[in-house]
T-cell receptor, first 117, second 112 residues
């Protein structure tokens, strides 16, 4: 299995531009998570999906952020318009439902390193 | 919601010493506690986990202990090696809600 695949790996964009991050979860996994990592705030859960349905988006910082999961093998996280404070590493992760049972755990992608200038 | 606190934020040890990282959680319903290691520029990767019906789990040089009453759990690394240097994250989740909350991380530095 190729693991969780994210793109782009690195992106530098100008303030005000739209940013779209993409994720392909591990085949067969039915839970998908978007995390943001910064030095100041650590690993923050932004949103997670079960069976393509958003379950908890309470971590999404503001309306500029949106996430979709149109099918079981693809998700996007969009920032529009982007701001310098959005600069961070964005990790996508996936798991089988439910966490902690029968050895199920969460697997991270390589991350998308976003810099907004 | 769940809140996880982790200490210390940085830990420096000599090669061969033991290292202990401690976490506390707030939600008594949390029942799964994984630990992740993140090397510089890499993704977090699972190193060990424990469920609430178990008090201790070992895997070679690493072990995790859980005290449900006190709501805290710890990672123990024995005979540390330079390649153990990384950031370690604890996490807690109520598996009924599938929401994994991470601690703030501990930067471990093992000096030769």
């Amino acid at each position: 299995d190729a693991g969780v695949i994210q793109s782009p790996r690195h992106e530098v964009t100008e303030m005000g531009q739209e940013v779209t991050l993409r994720c392909k979860p591990i085949s067969g996994h039915n839970s998908l998570f978007w995390y943001r990592q910064t030095m100041m705030r650590g690993l923050e859960l932004l949103i997670y999906f079960n069976n393509n349905v958003p379950i908890d988006d309470s971590g999404m910082p503001e309306d500029r952020f949106s996430a979709k999961m149109p099918n079981a093998s693809f998700s996007t996280l969009k920032i529009q318009p982007s701001e310098p404070r959005d600069s961070a590493v964005y990790f996508c992760a996936s798991s089988l439902y439910s966490l902690g049972t029968s050895g199920n755990t969460i697997y991270f992608g390589e991350g998308s390193w976003l810099t907004v200038v | 919601g769940e809140n996880v606190e982790q200490h210390p934020s940085t830990l420096s040890v000599q090669e061969g010493d033991s290292a202990v990282i401690k976490c506390t959680y707030s939600d008594s319903a949390s029942n799964y506690f994984p630990w992740y290691k993140q090397e510089l520029g890499k993704r977090p990767q699972l190193i060990i986990d424990i469920r609430s019906n178990v008090g201790e789990k070992k895997d070679q040089r690493i072990a995790v202990t859980l005290n449900k009453t006190a709501k805290h759990f710890s990672l123990h690394i024995t005979e540390t090696q330079p390649e153990d240097s990384a950031v370690y994250f604890c996490a807690a989740v109520n598996t009924g809600f599938q929401k994994l909350v991470f601690g703030t991380g501990t930067r471990l530095l093992v000096s030769p």
